[in-house]
């Protein structure tokens, strides 16, 4: 009986790891990395708008460096209510 139960246990073990992932879960998996690269590639267009907003505005900020000019744009968009997605 205990030889029976082992062998039950072994088939039953083989056999859900033969199924796989089902489409609908691969299809969520797929979309969490859709997400993913899109909220990557929308940081990045922000971080570029930032970038450029702070470069033509850089002679009327009191800062030194690009980047802190960058930090005072994404900050002073915070202030009017525009979220600001990375920074």
Known sequence: MKNL?????????????AC?????????ANKRKQDSIDSVNAAMAAEEAARMEAE????DLNCDTIEAAMKMVEGSARSMGIEVVGG
Not at 20 to 28: A, C, L, R
């Open 5 to 17: 139960f082992t062998a039950l246990a072994l088939v039953a073990a083989v056999s859900f790891v």
């Open 20 to 28: 796989g992932p089902s489409q609908e879960e691969i299809d969520k």
């Open 56 to 59: 033509q505005k850089m002679k």
